[in-house]
Nanobody, 126 residues
Framework: QVKLVESGGGLVQAGGSLRLSCAASGITFNRHAMGWFRQAPGKERESVAT????????GYPDSVKGRFTISRDNAKNTVYLQMNSLNPEDTAVYYC???????????????????WGQGTQVTVSS
């Protein structure tokens, strides 16, 4: 059974930081690209960070570039999202997702991800 379990969400003041974790089980972790997505009320789910198998390739949208950092520890089957300089527009439910790939590539489209976690709420107060 595949499980992706996010943790680390919570309430933080604007300008603060949070570190999200996503522990994976039931998959060959080092053959899956991983991604972090978020969805705010009334908005579509959007990608905020993606990382390839080996962790050598990462991708971010302009909205979080320079503030968010994705990383992974294949020995622990865990992917992380370090979020700095948070602002109220970052408030959303954050999801991690896994996509089986044939190479050390990035996967950006939500539809390409097979497995999803249950999400963790991040709320940034002004």
């Amino acid at each position: 059974q595949v499980k992706l379990v996010e943790s680390g969400g919570g309430l933080v003041q604007a300008g603060g930081s949070l570190r999200l974790s996503c522990a994976a089980s039931g998959i060959t972790f080092n053959r899956h690209a991983m991604g972090w997505f978020r969805q705010a009320p009334g908005k579509e789910r959007e990608s905020v960070a993606t990382i390839s198998w080996k962790g050598t390739n990462t991708g971010y949208p302009d909205s979080v570039k320079g503030r968010f950092t994705i990383s992974r520890d294949n020995a622990k089957n865990t992917v992380y999202l370090q979020m700095n300089s948070l602002n109220p527009e970052d408030t959303a439910v954050y999801y991690c997702a896994a996509a089986l790939t044939l190479g050390n590539v990035l996967v950006k489209a939500p539809g390409a991800y097979t497995y999803w976690g249950q999400g963790t709420q991040v709320t940034v107060s002004s």
